[in-house]
Nanobody, 127 residues
Framework: QVQLAESGGGSVQAGGSLRLSCAAS????????MGWFRQAPGKEREAVAI????????SYTDSVKGRITIPTNNAKNTLYLQMNSLEPDDTAMYYC????????????????????WGQGTQVTVSS
């Protein structure tokens, strides 16, 4: 089973940037769709960005489009989330998780479809 560990979070001013890392062991990204999720206090966990098994397809929630991306040059066992122009509403605990995917159509945005959750990394954006 895939084991994931997030890192790279921190506290930044609005407009700042962070790059989160998701280190995987026990599996390779080529066998899974990968997702970045976030959860703010009092809110449900939501998908931020999803990438297909091959990395050829990515999908982002509307609120982060143009600001937050999954780079396409990820190392075999590391997935990144590049976050620019951060806003206070981006403040949350960020998680990565995996879903076995054979086809592009297997991609999902639902946290319940993913597994291998790490402990998360906190992102705090001040105004």
């Amino acid at each position: 089973q895939v084991q994931l560990a997030e890192s790279g979070g921190g506290s930044v001013q609005a407009g700042g940037s962070l790059r989160l890392s998701c280190a995987a062991s026990g599996a390779t990204f080529s066998n899974y769709c990968m997702g970045w999720f976030r959860q703010a206090p009092g809110k449900e966990r939501e998908a931020v960005a999803i990438i297909s098994r091959s990395g050829s397809t990515t999908s982002y929630t509307d609120s982060v489009k143009g600001r937050i991306t999954i780079p396409t040059n990820n190392a075999k066992n590391t997935l990144y989330l590049q976050m620019n122009s951060l806003e206070p509403d981006d403040t949350a605990m960020y998680y990565c998780a995996a879903k076995f995917c054979r086809y592009v159509t297997d991609m999902s945005y639902r946290p319940a479809d993913f597994a291998g959750w790490g402990q998360g990394t906190q992102v705090t954006v001040s105004s």
